[in-house]
T-cell receptor
Framework: GENVEQHPSTLSVQEGDSAVIKCTYS??????FPWYKQELGKRPQLIID?????GEKKDQRIAVTLNKTAKHFSLHITETQPEDSAVYFC????????????FGTGTRLTIIP | EAQVTQNPRYLITVTGKKLTVTCSQN?????MSWYRQDPGLGLRQIYY???????DKGDVPEGYKVSRKEKRNFPLILESPSPNQTSLYFC??????????FGAGTRLSVL
């Protein structure tokens, strides 16, 4: 089955700097790659996703890049703010309707004021 | 308001005592899933359902059962809970190929 590895497990950046979180996946058939943000004590919430027919997607300060050849995708957060502090999870799905998601182990991002 | 509702939010039980965690969604979503979240392991899918009476195993199904008799409900059943099932559980629902919306979570402790 699919295996998703996520790095780093913890990341601290100064407010205003950029943060990058990287994930690799094993199943070359995977075609959907969402990113979820989980604030302390809250539920995971989707922040951005990308499908395999696109190499990059951007939404304000957040962007995701996908390299299908190398089987890795990354989350980029620019101009970080204190409210960006959270745990971020990447995921991948090889099913046509995304009914089965495999998650990475998470990255705890801390923004230092 | 569109939502996924789990009950109970917190549960402490003893080994071997059957329990059910309920999950209900009001968005008419076809797909529903159960995940468990453990420190350092991320979210792992237990079971998922693609429609009424259609369920399939996720990555960690051992010790769990599910049923999908109605579109809106997807209960998680632990017939004989054990301490290694102490975890934070999330239910999620989605439209076909769409975003998964998570419930608020159920924190379970099995003594």
């Amino acid at each position: 089955g699919e295996n998703v590895e996520q790095h780093p497990s913890t990341l601290s950046v100064q407010e205003g700097d950029s943060a990058v979180i990287k994930c690799t996946y094993s199943d070359s058939a995977s075609n959907y790659f969402p990113w979820y943000k989980q604030e302390l004590g809250k539920r995971p919430q989707l922040i951005i996703d990308i499908r395999s027919n696109v190499g990059e997607k951007k939404d304000q300060r957040i962007a995701v890049t996908l390299n299908k050849t190398a089987k890795h995708f990354s989350l980029h957060i620019t101009e970080t703010q204190p409210e960006d502090s959270a745990v971020y999870f990447c995921a991948a799905s090889s099913r046509p309707r995304n009914e089965k998601l495999t998650f990475g182990t998470g990255t705890r991002l801390t923004i230092i004021p | 308001e569109a939502q996924v509702t789990q009950n109970p939010r917190y549960l402490i039980t003893v080994t071997g005592k059957k329990l059910t965690v309920t999950c209900s969604q009001n968005m008419n979503h076809e797909y529903m899933s159960w995940y468990r979240q453990d420190p350092g392991l991320g979210l792992r899918q237990i079971y998922y359902s693609m429609n009424v009476e259609v369920t399939d195993k996720g990555d960690v199904p051992e010790g769990y059962k599910v049923s999908r008799k109605e579109k809106r409900n997807f209960p998680l059943i632990l017939e004989s809970p054990s301490p290694n099932q102490t975890s934070l559980y999330f239910c999620a629902s989605s439209e076909r190929g769409g975003i998964q919306y998570f419930g608020a979570g159920t924190r379970l402790s099995v003594l």
